[in-house]
């Protein structure tokens, strides 16, 4: 069994920063690709940035130049350092990975963390 925990979400006025964390804990021989996204109210899950497990790293234009994700390898840990948020940032954010087990490969999600920037 695989989990992943989100924090370092909260309450930030517009213009400030948070840094999200996931960490994935279990039965787990590696973890390929991770990844953000986020849900607005009413609105559908979307992708924020992905990096691969050799740290490439892929994000949307809303958040270029503002949002940088990260990961360590041997902590099984994927970060989002987000700056200058704005209140269109606000949402659950989600982490993904693709975990590699023993018995099989599964894509896997945490339970989400709130973020809410005001005006």
């Known amino acids: 069994q695989v989990q992943l925990v989100e924090s370092g979400g909260g309450l930030v006025q517009a213009g400030g920063s948070l840094t999200l964390s996931c960490v994935a804990s279990g039965s787990i021989f590696k973890i390929n690709g991770m990844g953000w996204y986020r849900q607005a109210p009413g609105k559908q899950r979307e992708l924020v940035a992905t990096?691969?497990?050799?740290?490439?790293?892929n994000d949307v234009d809303s958040v270029k130049g503002r949002f940088t994700i990260s990961r360590d390898n041997a902590k099984n840990t994927v970060y989002l350092q987000m700056n200058s948020l704005k209140p269109e940032d606000t949402a659950v954010y989600y982490c993904?990975?693709?975990?590699?087990?023993?018995?099989?490969?599964?894509?896997?999600w945490g339970q989400g963390t709130q973020v809410t920037v005001s005006s």
């Open positions: 993904n990975a693709e975990v590699v087990t023993t018995w099989g490969t599964f894509g896997s």
């Open positions: 990096i691969t497990r050799g740290g490439r790293t």
